[in-house]
């Protein structure tokens, strides 16, 4: 086998792995609030591998009495763990949800329903890791029979600025009636609001070019300059990323610009537009392929003019979206056209 194929079948099993390993790598929860009640199954939660048994999607009673919920808390469905045998005494279900960048949010809270009702219930711990998994720490962590109700836990998240994931870890107890379960899980906060980018377009001589776009990469949005060369660039609170500005036949300066956390409004973010121009060029040779030196080829419409070197060879700048005609001319020499060359025909 070629390594070629060994790189695309490493490549393969490593995207894979990285599929199954956990929410780690999922694209980060950006919008709240943020709500998942299990009426359609897990949404983006997972139970993790590895632990000694799972959560489950339920309605309804569960199936052993004296423990468990009897209903749902929102909806119909919730997720519980079973802890029948054999899953006690103090085996582990690790429910684990998506990333969520909180970046944007201030006074940041998670929110669940809990049902934690049995006379030997275990324990239901909260954990967070702010380092993609490599650590979590446990926000709030409750044991024992709280009795046949479901409750509210609110978990202040507040001092976590940037993508978090959260995970529910429940340990059964010491016998069968430790049926736990989670509903409605939530996470709220003051949404930060957007960031605006604002500058001018303008050419050296202070001159506003319109039509110019402003795009804004990872995130962040776009804009199209005014009359006056003006543009507000919206980008989410704390956004880094690029500005770039584009316009066919325009050249800026700088080229783009890079931001780092932006978390106030900017403005005279300006730049200098100058104009791109076209390069028209070609060869004018005799009928032997050999270059015409000194042919001067003048473009109407613009004071655009270039002459032939020894080559024949020649370019004219004309400016974008340019329309007109080349023409070529030497003193004392008569040029015509003949096929795809040019034949001096007489010299005076
Ligand atoms: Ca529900
Ligand atoms: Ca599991």
């Not at 949800?97 to 944007?104: H, I, K, L, Q, Y």
């Amino acid at each position: 086998m070629s390594s070629r194929a060994n790189l695309k079948i490493w490549v393969v099993i490593s995207l894979f792995l990285l599929t199954i390993a956990g929410n780690a790598f999922s694209e980060p929860i950006t919008s709240y609030p943020y709500a998942e009640g299990f009426e359609s199954g897990f949404g983006e939660w997972i139970n993790i591998t590895g632990d000694d048994t799972d959560w489950t999607q339920r309605s309804g009673s569960t199936t052993s009495s004296a423990t468990g919920p009897t209903s749902a808390y929102e909806g119909i469905y919730y997720l519980y763990i079973e802890s029948s045998s054999p899953h006690y005494p103090n085996k582990i279900a690790i429910l684990e949800g998506p990333a969520f960048d909180v970046t944007s949010l201030t006074n940041a809270e998670l929110s669940f329903w809990y049902h934690m009702y049995g006379s030997t219930m275990g324990t239901l711990s909260v954990e967070i890791s702010d380092d993609d998994g490599a650590n979590w720490a446990t926000e709030w962590a409750l044991s024992g029979n709280q009795s046949n109700v479901w409750y509210e836990a609110v978990v202040d998240i507040s001092s976590y600025t940037g993508i978090i994931l959260v995970r529910f870890v429940g340990q059964t107890g010491s016998s069968y009636t430790s049926d736990m379960a989670i509903d409605e899980v939530e996470i709220i906060g003051t949404t930060t609001p957007p960031v605006i980018i604002s500058g001018y377009v303008e050419t050296s001589n202070n001159e506003a070019i319109e039509s110019v776009t402003l795009t804004a990469d990872n995130g962040g949005g776009s804009d199209v300059t005014d009359i006056d060369g003006y543009y507000e660039v919206t980008v989410p609170y704390a956004w880094s990323g690029t500005v770039t500005p584009s316009k066919g036949g325009w050249s800026f300066n700088p080229s783009n610009q890079a931001y780092s956390n932006v978390t106030t409004d900017l403005t005279d973010e300006d730049y200098i537009a100058a104009e791109v121009p076209v390069l028209i060029s070609g060869y004018v040779q005799d009928d032997s392929y050999n270059g015409i030196e000194g042919v001067l080829l003048l473009a109407d419409n613009n004071d655009i003019s270039d002459t032939t070197d020894s080559n024949g060879y020649y370019e004219l700048a004309a400016p974008y979206n340019w329309s007109g005609t080349v023409t070529p001319i030497k003193s004392c020499m008569l040029l015509i056209r003949l096929k795809a060359s040019i034949q001096v025909l007489s010299q005076i």
